[in-house]
């Protein structure tokens, strides 16, 4: 928090106004995040021109008040017809002031406050404050001369790093790009009067970031930068036309002046903001926000204190968790059945550190030190003591309630036990404590140290503060937390678990594995469902469904291709076979013949008549299977949100944001034109297309699942 010494204050209601000497101290005070709304705008403008016109003023100090410099524009004016004074206006108005105007930058200048920043003449920053122009992950681009200034003031490839690819920087990294000037030690206000005070005394001329009005060079002589950020954007976001539109901006930059260039922004602007792709990226900013809003769980619920964790199980997903823990600075004591399990798992996450290391993404000493977090032992009292203790072993219900019944006898009172079971009954798992209303699931995908997304599952014991909790490491492990209740793979694993249905169906009956995740990848997954199934692992989907062959209903059709590609060995990358081949130790899928042949046979057995199938039919197949069971989750209560289903598919399987979730696409798609061919398809495939009831009424009635 900041204070302002001074009796002179003048405020209007979001920007204050108060003299220091012969400085002017402009402050906007637009809780929470200082947003750039029209009041804040209009603000700006008085209090700048008054600053300016007033004879005792000599310099001015721009600074947010609370928690960060204005964060960027506000998101909720994006669908309301434009109002001025436009934050462009501002900033060219600004240009022309010759008092100088330094902006005073802490928490983060990020989009429409960078472009502010920007408009200033100077910049002077607190050592924690980030920078950047996240604007295409809203389907847009810097509007208000972001694409132009930014080149002029960082360089093209610095400005190309922040506006193509939309990921902040630091405030050491501002300084070395040149958008900052000075990096402040203590206080910022006093830090900036200071900085104010000496470009006054040094009589340095206003550093005006629309100039050169000619540019900084051709096209021509960039050609190498800018094909490599049009290659960068093609890749990291598939499909996505905003860091496109950015790039072509500050092209023009290069080929026209200032005010051409300008000019030609404000036309290509509206034209990405009411495009489809913004639309859903602007649902998707805001349906992460709504995740974190549960029923029941209010302000006045804390989550408990995590000082130190516990995992129990060193596999794969037990490595990642681990170091989920130490990357955030979390002591971790590792408990496992046999110190050769220890060694084998200690020596995966070393090498999965130095990768990090020889990647550039930490360095060697920030590896020592989250290393010297992780303790190990075969005791199950080295866990008596942890905050939060998650069981990470293979998929065994009987284990694991084996596993809390031992945590019950040795943990302290208050402990959270949290699972990570992916799919079971995380009800009888705490039926077996004394604590039931201690347990949670804690279900990440896979690998755990990567994936942002954390399911935190919710059962019929839980109590709030536990549930809190859950929600509250997603966000010490920056990761994005999701409500689910119990049903078997309780949202995001069951609510995909009818596209990796539909896609092997589709191979017993005449399509490829690689036709189907070419449709797949074309409408912008990262990868293929069966490539992914392979790297995953056959077996593990095998075992599964064995262990559940009980409950099976003989009238629902089932996977028998899956089933024999597993009897025969291939299980995927593993086996080097599964779906495709892969070369030893290859993780390229290669198209496999034998596949095809495998796929007749059983469909001979099976009385399966194969024939061609289209891409549409792959699509509609694998997408409205999907929609359909996330219409039943909605129904049964296991999801609060469609837009928390959408989530969980954007971070936890790489849906296309773009897209807007699962749901959201089946929205834009038309709920009347889904429940046709989830009809259609239980006519010819039976039971498992039973259409949803709420699908159903959501037609009748003609509502949806997203549009509220």
């Known amino acids: ?159 190309l790093e922040l506006i193509v690819l939309g990921e902040p920087i630091s405030a050491m990294k501002a300084f070395q790009y040149g958008i900052v000037d000075q990096i402040i030690e203590g206080d910022l206000l006093d830090g900036a009067i200071s900085f104010a005070e000496k470009i006054l005394e040094e009589k340095m001329p206003r550093r005006v970031s629309s100039q050169p009005k000619q540019g900084i060079g051709s096209p021509d002589d960039f050609k190498d930068i800018i094909q490599k950020y049009r290659d960068l954007a093609s890749r990291k976001m598939r499909g996505q036309d905003s860091p496109h539109q950015a790039l072509a901006s500050v092209v023009d930059g290069l080929e026209m002046p200032y005010e051409q260039a300008v000019i030609k922004d404000r036309e290509r602007f509206p034209i990405c903001k009411d495009s489809d792709q913004s639309k859903a990226l602007r649902y998707a900013f805001f349906a992460e926000r709504e995740a974190s809003k549960i029923p029941g769980v209010g302000k006045n619920i804390s989550a408990r204190a995590i000082t130190n964790g516990g995992v129990i199980g060193l596999g794969t997903m037990g490595q990642g968790i681990v170091m989920c823990f130490a990357n955030a600075g979390i002591p971790v004591q590792v408990l496992e059945s046999s110190q050769e399990a220890i060694e084998n798992g200690i020596k995966n996450i070393k090498q999965n550190y130095q990768g990090m290391v020889d990647r550039g993404r930490i360095s060697d000493q920030e590896m020592v030190n989250c290393l010297d977090l992780i303790s190990t032992s075969t005791d199950y009292s080295a866990v008596a003591d942890s905050d939060l203790i998650i069981e990470a072993v293979f998929e065994n219900l009987e284990l694991k309630k084996d596993i809390f019944s031992k945590l019950d006898s040795v943990v302290k009172k208050g402990t959270v036990l949290a699972t990570n079971t992916s799919y079971m009954d995380i009800n009888q798992i705490a039926s077996v404590t004394s604590r039931p209303e201690d347990i949670i699931g804690l279900h990440f995908f896979v690998p755990a140290q990567v994936m942002k997304m954390l399911e935190v599952v919710r059962t019929k014991y839980s109590s709030n503060e536990a549930i809190a909790t859950g929600m509250g490491l997603a966000k010490i492990f920056k990761k994005v937390g999701g409500v689910a209740g119990v049903s078997h793979g309780f949202v995001a694993n069951r609510s995909r678990a009818p596209m990796v249905r539909e896609a092997n169906f589709l191979v017993e009956e005449g399509a490829s594995p690689a036709q189907i995740d070419k449709v797949l990848r074309d409408f912008g997954m990262p990868m293929g469902v069966l490539a992914v199934s392979d790297m995953s692992g056959l077996d593990v989907s095998w075992r599964m469904r064995k262990s559940l062959s009980h409950l099976h209903d003989d009238e629902e059709r089932y996977p028998y291709l899956a089933d024999r590609l597993c009897e025969m060995g291939r299980l995927g990358r593993k086996t080097e076979s599964g779906w495709y081949t892969y070369g030893e130790g290859g993780t390229v899928p290669i198209p496999d013949p034998q596949v095809d042949i495998i796929a007749q046979e059983v469909a001979i057995e099976t009385g399966i008549e194969r024939r061609q199938i289209s891409d549409s039919e792959i699509a509609d197949r694998c997408l409205f299977a999907a929609v359909n069971e996330g219409a039943k989750i909605l129904e049964e209560g296991i999801a609060y949100r469609a837009s928390d289903i959408d989530i969980m598919w954007q971070y936890g399987f790489g849906f296309p944001r773009w897209r807007g979730g699962i749901m959201y696409h089946a929205d834009k798609t038309g709920l009347p034109n889904v429940l046709q061919k989830v009809e259609e398809f239980y006519s010819v495939h039976g039971k498992l297309w039973k259409p949803s009831e709420l699908l159903k009424n959501l037609v009748a009635s003609g509502s949806s699942f997203t549009q509220g």
């Open 1 to 159: 928090m900041l204070f302002f010494r001074g009796e002179n204050i003048a405020m209007s209601e979001v920007i204050g106004f108060e003299l220091r000497g012969r400085l002017a101290i402009i402050t906007i005070d637009n809780p929470p995040v200082n947003a750039l709304g029209l009041e804040v705008r209009q603000g700006l403008i008085r209090q700048v021109d008054r600053a300016s016109l007033d004879e005792k003023v000599a310099a001015i100090v721009l600074i947010g008040l609370g928690r960060t410099f204005p964060a960027g524009a506000d998101i909720r004016e994006f669908d309301k017809p434009v109002q001025e004074p436009h934050l462009l206006s501002i900033i060219d108005h600004w240009d022309t002031i010759e008092k100088p105007i330094i902006a005073a930058i802490h928490g983060t200048a990020l989009g429409g406050g960078l472009e502010l920043a920007l408009g200033c003449h100077f910049r002077v920053s607190a050592q924690a404050a980030m920078f950047g122009t996240p604007e295409v992950k809203l389907g847009i681009f810097p509007g208000a001369a972001g694409t132009q200034r930014l080149p002029r003031v960082a360089g093209l490839e610095h400005a």
